[in-house]
């Protein structure tokens, strides 16, 4: 074999590489092992970060408003998508606690009292 004979250019390395990722995406994808789940539970929605402004305290904001907005379900807050309102997830915090929406009364009970069961 002689020096001058080369075997493989670079370009045509890369350009099999590519083609084979794609191919065997391609491939899995007919063959149906590539699940695309519809399933929305437990998924998060999104993630949040709190800032904290106290009185007079100047902070940084996007001027653009995000493509979620929040509502009140079951006493808690949620974060719902704009363009699909059916897409709703409850705000927890790190313990995966619920985020009320209002402020409970000091007289409330801590706990709803349960219902008897019927017999």
Known sequence: ????????????????????????????????????????????????????????????????????HAACEDGYLAIAADEDPSFLGILVDYKNRGVRCTRPSPTAPAVPKQEPANE
């Open 1 to 68: 074999m002689s020096q001058t004979e080369a075997r493989f250019t670079v370009r045509s390395l890369i350009l099999t590489a590519l083609v084979s990722v794609i191919g065997t995406i391609l491939a899995l994808e007919v063959a149906g092992r590539i699940d695309h789940s519809d399933n929305k539970d437990h998924v998060p929605v999104g993630d949040f970060q709190a800032i904290h402004v106290a009185p007079g305290e100047d902070f940084r904001m996007s001027p653009k408003a995000s493509e979620l």
